[in-house]
């Protein structure tokens, strides 16, 4: 089964997003198969954002996801990183619609609150960077009443 990597960013901890983040893709159907509260290091922070390096505004990105903890998570189910990245809204709160994550909590791209996998490729390498431990092995019951 499909698999992406969700990371609630510094603010939306610090705003107490969490719950409410996390309700909307348990509520989808979507299973949580790994999760963490964890301050980031630089190194690691470089790393996740490695492919926009070259962009202006990745000191102030890598800063900024180093600024405190976040929640590290790994989301399972059918088109998980595509539904994600549209529960998730436009990387630009300002064009997120309303009712997805950004449209509805932010105003700034860079106070976005949530980070999701952009593809299935990328959300392999992000799990491996983040839960290099591995995941928890479980099988939801509500299988059967969320999947015919
Ligand atoms: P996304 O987080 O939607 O996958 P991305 O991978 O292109 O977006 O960029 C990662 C983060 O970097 C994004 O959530 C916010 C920030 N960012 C992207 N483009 C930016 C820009 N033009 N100016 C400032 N911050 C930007
Ligand atoms: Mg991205």
Not at 34 to 48: D, F, R
Not at 71 to 96: D, F, H, L, Y
Not at 114 to 141: M, R, T
Request: proline share 4%; glycine share 10%; charged share 25%.
């Amino acid at each position: 089964m499909e698999q992406t990597y969700i990371m609630i960013k510094p603010d939306g901890v610090q705003r107490g997003l969490v719950g409410e983040i996390i309700g909307r893709f348990e509520q989808k159907g979507f299973i949580l198969k790994g999760m963490k509260l964890i301050t980031v290091n630089k190194s690691l922070a470089e790393k996740h954002y490695a492919d926009l390096s070259a962009k202006p505004f990745f000191h102030k990105l890598v800063d900024y996801i180093i600024s405190g903890p976040v929640v590290a998570m790994v989301w399972e189910g059918k088109n998980v990183v595509t539904t994600g990245r549209k529960i998730i809204g436009a990387t630009n709160p300002c064009e997120s619609a309303p009712g997805t994550i950004r449209g509805d909590f932010a105003i700034d791209m860079g106070r976005n609150v949530i980070h999701g996998s952009d593809a299935v490729e990328s959300a392999k390498k992000e799990i491996a960077l983040w839960f290099p431990e591995g995941l928890a092995e479980w099988q939801s019951s509500l299988r059967s009443w969320v999947y015919e």
